[in-house]
């Protein structure tokens, strides 16, 4: 039997299956419909924001660094152009050391290439270029262009490079600059900066680079272009150019510089030069120094671990974060001391018969029975340790700290410099501070005045320090901040700013007992401990000897140079001005265990007058040569702090 087809069945599943259709489609047309008004009414802006900036980008222009010129206007850092070949590792379709095995076949790649960029990628972020060789000559990038296609995540850059022409001259006062690690550019973002070192790959690390890299650096600049969607430029819409950064002006004469670096040799020490009337320092020495291009690019690893094991530390800035008893070069200060708060007058004398008792303990003199009747000026000129015994222990700590405070000993000078060093102008205060576990140490014994007064015990100043009071005393008690910075100089105008426009304060000094104390010191160089460094000048100076030592001798024992180790050598010590009546320059300067100060470091001094004052150069390459010194080969040092019973007798100046 034939089944019969029910077409109106047929018919309403077709209409139901036609409606179910219809209806879906509707649905996905009204979804479509919705996607579209959503995208191109509601989010209209937001999109077409996003669009507008998927089509152009905003590249960074990073100012031209500031230069560092010298007082005379020698550049002492610069800057120049140069090719860097940089690996961006995030966008390499290799193994990074793959990568770089085939760019040696173009270029050269040496094996401290690779270790200072392992060490730069290790302290960048995976998404940075980080740069592989530096410099690439013409012939290197031609190479390199006809085979970039290989290198994805490979690229030459044209970057700014900062040079110091002068190698290590100065390198402690300009310092250098380095690319910018993780630590720093953590700050940067976390900072007001931010925005303005987008680009920038180098910060100033230290010196001058550093305290003054806010100037230095400049005013970013920013160019809106248009790219492709490969990210290549095309054109470019607007530009705000960058800012260049200002220019420093050093106070320091580089020539000084120069010779007194020079005159050093081969010895280890440091050298403050002033200008009283102003604070500028003329010349600044640490020895010895380092070359600061060396950082520039990234130091290997090499020169590092050389610079940073090194016995003679080259890397530390001797005249800021070094100190030192500063031996006899104290005694014009105490002498003045006196004077003002009246425990002593020019013409009061003593009788030296070569000891100091106090009590069951006694300091010996340097000179062997002593010098005789000693009044003030002569206990400056001839360097009389028994007098300054008898002045310490009568005037006490608390005269001596009040009146030594106010010319910069044992606290911050003020200099454009980051990380001094406040060095130690020991007080009661200071003490139990200082023994704080140690209660019976906390007291303040007679003793340790008799060690103050001549310049050892727990005395332990920096050179800058020592050089800063000699030039407020020279400028007869006027303080000026001591600076390396004489001027900036705007990089587009010109328009040059002193650092330092005025005086800080005046000590309240009597002007006769100032005159007196520069008369002594003047004798120093013409009848006493320096008038065979002085001999013959063609202008008077004021000076002071020093010798300090680094290691206490037993009781009993005999100071031998020759015996001890060369670094157990007592330090050698020298303070000067000049010229007498109106001082233009004033310094102090030490050269670590080389011996007697009117020996080794009163040539310095001559050196550094001679050529400042008069313009003559050394006419010789023989250093820190020593003059000849009448001294007793007897005499034993001091033995320096703290205060130790039965003290034996300083070193001759």
């Given at each position: 039997m034939t089944e019969l087809q029910n077409n109106d069945r047929e018919i309403h599943l077709f209409r139901v299956r036609v409606t179910a259709l219809f209806t879906l489609v509707f649905l996905c047309f009204a979804i479509l419909v919705a996607r579209v008004v959503w995208l191109q009414v509601i989010k209209h802006d937001d999109y077409a924001a996003l669009a507008e900036d998927n089509r152009l980008a905003i590249v960074p222009i990073?100012?031209?660094?500031?230069?560092?010129?010298?007082?005379?206007?020698?550049?002492?850092?610069?800057?120049?152009?140069?090719?860097?070949?940089?690996?961006?590792?995030?966008?390499?379709?290799?193994?990074?050391?793959?990568?770089?095995?085939?760019?040696?076949?173009?270029?050269?790649?040496?094996?401290?290439?690779?270790?200072?960029?392992?060490t730069l990628m290790a302290e960048s972020r995976n998404f940075e270029s980080v740069p592989l060789r530096t410099r690439l000559t013409d012939d290197e990038v031609a190479r390199f262009t006809a085979q970039r296609f290989r290198f994805p995540g490979v690229d030459v850059q044209a970057r700014l490079f900062r040079q110091y022409p002068l190698g290590e001259t100065a390198a402690h006062v300009i310092g250098f600059i380095g690319r910018i690690n993780q630590g720093e550019a953590r700050a940067l973002e976390d900072g007001p900066d931010a925005t303005n070192y987008r680009g920038t790959d180098h910060i100033g690390k230290e010196g001058v680079e550093k305290s003054y890299e806010k100037l230095l650096h400049g005013v970013t600049g920013y160019e809106k272009v248009i790219k492709t969607a490969g990210g290549r430029a095309v054109s470019t819409l607007s530009r705000t150019e960058a800012t260049p950064g200002s220019n420093l002006v050093l106070s320091i004469d580089i020539e000084l510089q120069k010779i007194l670096e020079q005159a050093f040799d081969d010895f280890r020490g440091a050298l403050v030069a002033i200008e009283p009337e102003t604070g500028d320092i003329l010349a600044y020495v640490s020895r010895p120094g380092?070359?600061?291009?060396?950082?520039?690019?990234?130091?290997?690893?090499?020169?590092?671990?050389?610079?940073?094991?090194?016995?003679?530390?080259?890397?530390?800035?001797?005249?800021?974060?070094?100190?030192?008893?500063?031996?006899?070069?104290?005694?014009?200060?105490?002498?003045?001391?006196?004077?003002?708060?009246?425990?002593?007058?020019?013409?009061?004398?003593?009788?030296?018969?070569?000891?100091?008792?106090?009590?069951?303990?006694?300091?010996?003199?340097?000179?062997?029975?002593?010098?005789?009747?000693?009044?003030?000026?002569?206990?400056?000129?001839?360097?009389?340790?028994?007098?300054?015994?008898?002045?310490?222990?009568?005037?006490?700590?608390?005269?001596?700290?009040?009146?030594m405070e106010p010319f910069g000993f044992g606290r911050l000078t003020g200099i454009d410099l980051d990380h001094e060093k406040t060095g130690v102008l020991p007080s009661k205060d200071w003490k139990r501070q200082r023994f704080s576990k140690n209660k019976a140490a906390q007291v303040w014994q007679k003793g340790d005045n008799v060690n103050i007064a001549i310049g050892q015990g727990y005395n332990s100043y920096t050179i800058l320090q020592l050089a800063h009071a000699v030039s407020t005393l020279a400028n007869n008690g006027v303080v000026m901040r001591p600076h390396l910075v004489q001027s900036v100089e705007d990089g587009r105008t010109r328009e040059r700013t002193k650092t330092v426009a005025k005086e800080s304060f005046r000590i309240p000094l009597k002007q006769e007992n100032v005159d007196f104390i520069k008369r002594a010191m003047v004798g120093v160089t013409q009848e006493g401990t320096g008038r065979l460094a002085f001999a013959n000048a063609a202008y008077q100076a004021g000076g002071k000897t020093g010798t300090s030592q680094t290691v206490g001798l037993k009781r009993g024992e005999k100071y031998n140079a020759k015996a001890m180790g060369e670094r157990l050598r007592d330090n050698s010590l020298y303070v000067a001005f000049a010229p007498a009546d109106k001082p233009k320059i004033a310094l102090a300067l030490i050269v670590e265990n080389a011996g007697f100060g009117a020996a080794y470091a009163a040539p310095i001094a001559r050196k550094a007058l001679d050529y400042y004052l008069t313009g003559k150069r050394p006419t010789s390459k023989d250093g820190a040569k020593p003059v000849p010194v009448e001294v007793e080969v007897e005499e034993v040092p001091a033995v320096p702090a703290p205060f130790q019973p039965g003290a034996e007798p300083p070193a001759k100046d």
């Open positions: 990073v100012p031209n660094r500031g230069l560092i010129l010298d007082r005379n206007g020698v550049v002492l850092a610069r800057n120049f152009s140069a090719y860097t070949l940089e690996i961006t590792p995030s966008k390499l379709h290799h193994s990074l050391d793959s990568v770089i095995d085939e760019l040696a076949k173009l270029v050269v790649i040496e094996p401290k290439d690779r270790k200072r960029f392992r380092f070359d600061p291009n060396l950082f520039v690019d990234g130091i290997d690893s090499q020169s590092w671990n050389e610079l940073n094991t090194s016995l003679d530390r080259p890397m530390l800035n001797r005249p800021l974060q070094g100190t030192y008893p500063p031996g006899s070069t104290f005694k014009p200060f105490m002498a003045l001391a006196a004077l003002e708060k009246g425990f002593r007058t020019p013409s009061q004398a003593i009788h030296d018969a070569g000891s100091f008792s106090l009590g069951s303990y006694r300091w010996m003199d340097d000179k062997v029975g002593g010098h005789g009747t000693v009044d003030m000026y002569k206990s400056i000129v001839i360097s009389c340790n028994t007098y300054y015994y008898q002045l310490g222990n009568e005037m006490g700590i608390d005269h001596i700290h009040d009146f």
